[in-house]
């Protein structure tokens, strides 16, 4: 089953487990000399943050166990003149010469990816 919380969208890539992993955050703490106070409970994280299945002890990026993954990392996947395998460049250019996208090759695949899902 899909996570819906925090771990929304997150998926490793070597396992496929969604359960459980280490990410590295950004918290906010009060610190004095003699030591760390209210550490806050909130904490944030983002692509580039680092995270490791708990699973098979993969390691990588956030962005890259995101099953919507954002454009940049998937240029980072494929290579700036790289291609999704399940679309097509040319259905890219058959969009923007029809008039109907204006989005780059990379935030075109992006934004199909997060409809299908959404569709699904």
């Known amino acids: 089953m899909a996570n819906e919380n925090c771990l929304a969208g997150i998926r490793c890539p070597h396992c496929d487990n969604e359960k459980e992993f280490e990410i590295t955050v950004e918290a906010y703490a009060r610190v004095v000399d003699d ?25 990588g990026t956030v962005g890259e166990f995101s099953t919507m ?28 010469g029809n008039d109907d996208t204006r989005q780059g090759y990379w935030e075109w695949v992006a934004s199909s990816i997060e409809r299908d899902m959404a569709q699904e």
């Open 35 to 59: 030591g760390v106070h209210d550490l806050t409970s909130e904490n944030d994280w983002d692509d580039d943050s680092r995270i490791m299945c708990m699973a098979c002890r993969a390691r």
């Open 69 to 96: 993954p954002s454009a940049d990392v998937l240029r980072s996947r494929h290579g700036v003149w790289g291609e999704h395998p399940d679309y097509p460049a040319d259905d890219w250019r058959y969009e923007v």
